[in-house]
T-cell receptor
Framework: GEDVEQSLFLSVREGDSSVINCTYT??????LYWYKQEPGAGLQLLTY?????DMKQDQRLTVLLNKKDKHLSLRIADTQTGDSAIYFC??????????FGPGTRLSVLP | SQTIHQWPATLVQPVGSPLSLECTVE??????LYWYRQAAGRGLQLLFY??????ISSEVPQNLSASRPQDRQFILSSKKLLLSDSGFYLC???????????FGPGTRLTVT
C-alpha cells in the first residue's frame, strides 16, 4: 500500500540544525521529494532525490535516503526563523501518483 | 519559465451553492495537471488528475468534479457545496517525462 508518515511537529533553536524525518512504504518509489509550505501559500519544491541515490546536498539542505529502511530525512543546517513552515515529504510512484505525508510543522525559536 | 495561477485566492460560499475554481498554467505544453485538497492542519489529498484535454481521473469519490477544457486550464467544480468541502485547494502541474511537480498559490474555500 501507499503510505507516507512524518512527525507532525518539530521545534529547534535558531542556528541549530533541523532534521525532519519521513518513512514511506512503497519500495517502487522512483523519486522522493521535500516541499515547503509557508502560511497561506502553496507548496514550494525544495529538493528531490532519485531512489538510487543515498544523499543529496544543496546549500543548507541535505537529503539522506535509506532505501532499505524506506527512510528519508531532510537536514537544514543553521536553521533560521525564515525556515519556519510545514515540510512535506512525498514519493512519486509509477504513473501519475504522488503521495504526500501529513507534513511536519517546523518552529524555529529565537 | 513556467507559472501556475489559481483564482480566486479566497472564497466564502454558503452550503448548497455551486463552485468553480480555476487553474491555468503558462510556459508549458501538454502538462499533467492535478487538484489537491488540504484540510486544516492535514496533508494533501489528491482529488483529480488530468493527462490531457478532456481526460480526467478521480482519486476519491466525492461531491466535486473536474474538467479540462483547454490544454493549460483545469477547473474544479461542484453543483452543491457541503460544509466538508471547506479547505485549501491546490492545483499542480508536471511536464510529461519530468519528475518535478509544481504547485499554484492555492484557493482557500470556506463553506458556511
Amino acid at each position: 500500500g501507499e503510505d507516507v508518515e512524518q512527525s507532525l511537529f518539530l521545534s529547534v533553536r535558531e542556528g541549530d540544525s533541523s532534521v525532519i524525518n519521513c518513512t514511506y512504504t512503497d519500495s517502487s518509489s522512483t523519486y522522493l521529494y521535500w516541499y515547503k509550505q509557508e502560511p497561506g501559500a502553496g507548496l514550494q519544491l525544495l529538493t528531490y532525490i532519485f531512489s538510487n541515490m543515498d544523499m543529496k546536498q544543496d546549500q543548507r539542505l541535505t537529503v539522506l535516503l535509506n532505501k532499505k529502511d524506506k527512510h528519508l530525512s531532510l537536514r537544514i543546517a543553521d536553521t533560521q526563523t525564515g525556515d519556519s513552515a510545514i515540510y512535506f515529504c512525498a514519493e512519486a510512484l509509477g504513473g501519475q501518483n504522488f503521495v504526500f505525508g501529513p507534513g511536519t510543522r517546523l518552529s524555529v525559536l529565537p | 519559465s513556467q507559472t501556475i495561477h489559481q483564482w480566486p485566492a479566497t472564497l466564502v460560499q454558503p452550503v448548497g451553492s455551486p463552485l468553480s475554481l480555476e487553474c491555468t498554467v503558462e510556459g508549458t505544453s501538454n502538462p499533467n495537471l492535478y487538484w489537491y485538497r488540504q484540510a486544516a492542519g492535514r496533508g494533501l489529498q489528491l482529488l483529480f488528475y488530468s493527462v490531457g484535454i478532456g481526460q480526467i481521473s478521480s482519486e476519491v469519490p466525492q461531491n466535486l468534479s473536474a474538467s479540462r477544457p483547454q490544454d493549460r486550464q483545469f477547473i474544479l467544480s461542484s453543483k452543491k457545496l457541503l460544509l466538508s468541502d471547506s479547505g485549501f485547494y491546490l492545483c499542480a502541474h508536471r511536464d510529461p517525462g519530468d519528475y518535478e511537480q509544481y504547485f499554484g498559490p492555492g484557493t482557500r474555500l470556506t463553506v458556511t
